[in-house]
């Protein structure tokens, strides 16, 4: 993946780092190492603690996700990964995060949300996508990751809702939570099937081991 200005790729000790360009400089979100490169602080992105930063370092080839972007995050927990895509997307950019469970929603608030304007929590059920008030006009991108046995679904739903034409879509499938006893590429590909059915064209397709074990990056765009 080509470099943006907000996204490098560091070398830390003779080993190269995804790192994005800090948002909030000075501030730490989860504990990892601000660097600064050109006179600018930027933030090594942990694939073992975030999924995206996981599938660049697999070789995510078109990221969608660019300086300005507007995104819908599906399943934004505590907030590392929402972190990332904030400094991505930058001051002309907005992150709609949203996170049903209440108190991981207040780490997500206190920890990133109310460090960054660009950042607006949605504390509601990813399956009800018309409930989201604060959500408005349509969005560039979805993004979607959440453990569920229905989440390609969810996110068709989700798109159907927010999502502008020619927007894309990054879905995390957790293969464990779909179908346990399948081998996880079968479920991955079966996924993939469902978003073509829907009008997806797919993108690329990237397993996400040794970040995280039986999961699966589809990217994919109407």
Same mark, same amino acid.
Request: aromatic letters at 8%; hydrophobic letters at 40%.
């Given at each position: 993946? *080509?470099?943006?200005?907000?996204?490098?790729?560091? #070398? +830390?000790? &003779? =080993? %190269?780092? !995804? *790192?994005?360009?800090?948002?909030?400089?000075?501030? #730490? +979100?989860? &504990? =990892? %190492?601000? !660097?600064?490169?050109?006179?600018?602080?930027?933030?090594?992105?942990?694939?073992?603690?975030?999924?995206?930063?996981?599938?660049?370092?697999?070789?995510?080839?078109?990221?969608?996700?660019?300086?300005?972007?507007?995104?819908?995050?599906?399943?934004?927990?505590?907030?590392?990964?929402?972190?990332?895509?904030?400094?991505?997307?930058?001051?002309?950019?907005?992150?709609?995060?949203?996170?049903?469970?209440?108190?991981?929603?207040?780490?997500?608030?206190?920890?990133?949300?109310?460090?960054?304007?660009?950042?607006?929590?949605?504390?509601?059920?990813?399956?009800?996508?018309?409930?989201?008030?604060?959500?408005?006009?349509?969005?560039?991108?979805?993004?979607?990751?959440?453990?569920?046995?229905?989440?390609?679904?969810?996110?068709?739903?989700?798109?159907?809702?927010?999502?502008?034409?020619?927007?894309?879509?990054?879905?995390?499938?957790?293969?464990?939570?779909?179908?346990?006893?399948?081998?996880?590429?079968?479920?991955?590909?079966?996924?993939?099937?469902?978003?073509?059915?829907?009008?997806?064209?797919?993108?690329?397709?990237?397993?996400?081991?040794?970040?995280?074990?039986?999961?699966?990056?589809?990217?994919?765009?109407?």
């Amino acid at each position: 993946m *080509a470099e943006s200005d907000a996204i490098r790729w560091i #070398s +830390v000790a &003779g =080993e %190269k780092h !995804v *790192a994005t360009l800090n948002l909030v400089p000075g501030d #730490s +979100v989860y &504990g =990892e %190492k601000l !660097v600064k490169q050109d006179g600018e602080e930027y933030r090594l992105w942990d694939p073992f603690r975030s999924k995206l930063a996981g599938a660049l370092k697999k070789g995510l080839k078109n990221m969608p996700i660019k300086n300005g972007s507007k995104v819908l995050y599906l399943g934004a927990s505590t907030g590392t990964t929402v972190s990332h895509v904030s400094d991505i997307v930058g001051n002309s950019g907005i992150v709609f995060a949203v996170e049903p469970a209440t108190r991981v929603a207040r780490e997500l608030i206190e920890n990133v949300a109310a460090k960054r304007k660009n950042v607006v929590p949605v504390i509601e059920d990813a399956r009800r996508p018309h409930s989201y008030f604060s959500v408005f006009g349509k969005v560039d991108v979805v993004y979607c990751d959440i453990a569920q046995p229905d989440q390609t679904e969810i996110a068709i739903a989700n798109c159907s809702a927010y999502l502008k034409p020619g927007g894309a879509m990054i879905l995390l499938v957790k293969t464990q939570s779909i179908d346990v006893t399948r081998d996880p590429n079968a479920v991955i590909a079966q996924e993939a099937r469902k978003l073509e059915k829907a009008g997806f064209t797919i993108g690329q397709i990237l397993k996400l081991e040794p970040f995280d074990k039986d999961h699966g990056l589809i990217y994919c765009f109407k």
